[in-house]
């Protein structure tokens, strides 16, 4: 959705002439249509984390897109596809071996992609533990790509990810989705799984492609048609 000046004034709660003053100075991304600035709303979060500008909830509400087809998480795996032994010696240089691996389509910035991944690695460690980390945008990022997918590798050799419990990380999920509502989505989905004691196993003997996605599509069935109480 294309955000006005209005939009933007109540979810930052900063008044409409700041928010001018700032599209003259060129300190907040927009873009002008017909004599009238329009804002993205992924870019505008990202911005105002970057900036530490606070933002209301409502930024994360967004309209459905009958363009954009809600992904089931083993559609996601299946399209970003599992790699194997896939190199580097610590996290800048395994992140940049995943992002040129990655199935993009050609029109994204594989450079910009990986400085954004990376940026939101300094703000903390994605690693969530057990030798898993799931990197991602700082905060999610339009690519104009109108699908979900999410890259299952893992390491030729384990690296330290920082992760909170000190062990060395050797499988990463990385993200890439066309919306925030999505993006939130995925994230607590990829949760919910990895909370698996049969996934966490099957992840850390590096089991088969059949055998991940199989996995994934059992645990995926109990949240998406819970048990009766």
């Known amino acids: 959705m294309q955000l006005t000046v209005r939009d933007i004034?109540?979810?930052?709660?900063?008044?409409?002439?700041?928010?001018?003053r700032w599209i003259k100075e060129?300190?907040?991304?927009?873009?002008?249509i017909h004599d009238q600035y329009?804002?993205?709303?992924?870019?505008?979060?990202?911005?105002?984390t970057a900036n530490k500008v606070g933002v209301s909830y409502e930024i994360f509400k967004e309209p459905?897109?009958?363009?954009?087809?809600?992904?089931?998480?083993?559609?996601?795996?299946?399209?970003?596809?599992?790699?194997?032994?896939?190199?580097?010696?610590?996290?800048?240089?395994?992140l940049r071996s995943i992002v040129g691996i990655m199935q993009l389509p050609e029109k994204v910035d594989r450079e910009f992609l990986l400085k954004v991944i990376l940026a939101r690695e300094e703000l903390g460690s994605t690693a969530v533990g057990d030798g898993i980390a799931v990197p991602h945008a700082r905060n999610p990022l339009v690519f104009n790509i109108?699908?979900?997918?999410?890259?299952?590798?893992?390491?030729?050799?384990?690296?330290?990810?920082?992760?909170?419990?000190?062990?060395?990380?050797?499988?990463l999920f990385t993200l890439i989705t066309p919306t925030v509502r999505i993006h939130l989505q995925m994230l607590s989905q990829?949760?919910?799984?990895?909370?698996?004691?049969?996934?966490?196993?099957?992840?850390?003997?590096?089991?088969?492609?059949?055998?991940?996605?199989?996995?994934?599509?059992?645990?995926?069935?109990?949240f998406k048609n819970p048990s009766p109480a």
């Open 9 to 20: 004034s109540k979810l930052l709660n900063i008044s409409e002439r700041t928010i001018y």
């Open 146 to 171: 109108p699908f979900t997918f999410i890259s299952l590798c893992f390491l030729e050799h384990p690296i330290d990810f920082g992760a909170i419990d000190g062990k060395p990380v050797f499988c």
């Open 64 to 94: 459905l897109d009958s363009s954009i087809v809600e992904p089931k998480l083993t559609e996601a795996l299946t399209k970003g596809g599992i790699h194997y032994r896939i190199g580097g010696k610590d996290k800048e240089s395994v």
């Open 26 to 32: 060129e300190k907040i991304p927009s873009y002008r």
């Open 190 to 222: 990829l949760a919910f799984v990895l909370r698996d004691s049969k996934v966490k196993e099957l992840l850390g003997t590096q089991g088969s492609r059949e055998e991940i996605i199989r996995e994934f599509q059992r645990v995926e069935n109990v």
């Open 38 to 48: 329009r804002f993205n709303r992924a870019e505008i979060l990202e911005w105002a």
